[in-house]
């Protein structure tokens, strides 16, 4: 399996959201994901730079 591509319950794990919320978000585009069929799948390294630029904007104000 791909380490690149990971599943919401494994975003769930990496950003202490629960995986309803990350659906949700992902399904409102908020966090970087694509759907495919029924499963929603991430990049690591997209989620890892959307956190970081979250955090660069958090530090500006």
Wanted: net charge positive; hydrophobic share 40%.
């Amino acid at each position: 399996m791909n380490r690149e591509i990971i599943n919401s319950s494994q975003v769930s794990r990496l950003l202490g959201l629960s995986e309803l919320t990350v659906r949700k978000l992902a399904r409102q585009g908020v966090i970087p994901g694509r759907k495919v069929g029924r499963k929603w799948l991430f990049s690591r390294t997209h989620l890892i730079e959307w956190v970081k630029a979250g955090a660069n904007e958090a530090n500006k104000g």
